[in-house]
């Protein structure tokens, strides 16, 4: 299971997909939880909650979060279905 302190958490360099900041922000939640309830939280549950919570922040409507994600160290496209179709985005 990965944690902060596993090995290719330590050696990424900066993710491709958030600010370093933000980045930076979501290990450290991750890393305060791993000392309260080792291998109980991941990284999935911790932006979920956060999307949610920016979404209350900004006048939008509660909604309750599924949790229980596991994180992965691969990413496997097949799997992965888009929302939208590439013609939608353009």
């Given at each position: 299971?990965?944690?902060?302190?596993?090995?290719?958490?330590?050696?990424?360099?900066?993710?491709?997909?958030?600010?370093?900041?933000?980045?930076?922000?979501?290990?450290?939640?991750?890393?305060?939880?791993?000392?309260?309830?080792?291998?109980?939280?991941?990284?999935?549950?911790?932006?979920?909650?956060?999307?949610?919570?920016?979404?209350?922040?900004?006048?939008?409507?509660?909604?309750?979060?599924?949790?229980?994600?596991?994180?992965?160290?691969?990413?496997?496209?097949?799997?992965?279905?888009?929302?939208?179709?590439?013609?939608q985005?353009?």
């Amino acid at each position: 299971m990965a944690t902060p302190f596993s090995a290719h958490v330590l050696s990424r360099k900066k993710s491709l997909n958030l600010a370093g900041d933000a980045f930076d922000l979501i290990v450290r939640a991750k890393t305060a939880l791993e000392l309260q309830c080792a291998g109980d939280v991941s990284y999935s549950d911790i932006l979920a909650e956060s999307a949610r919570n920016l979404v209350v922040m900004a006048a939008g409507p509660f909604y309750t979060v599924k949790l229980g994600r596991k994180d992965s160290k691969v990413s496997i496209p097949p799997l992965s279905k888009p929302i939208f179709q590439k013609s939608q985005t353009q």
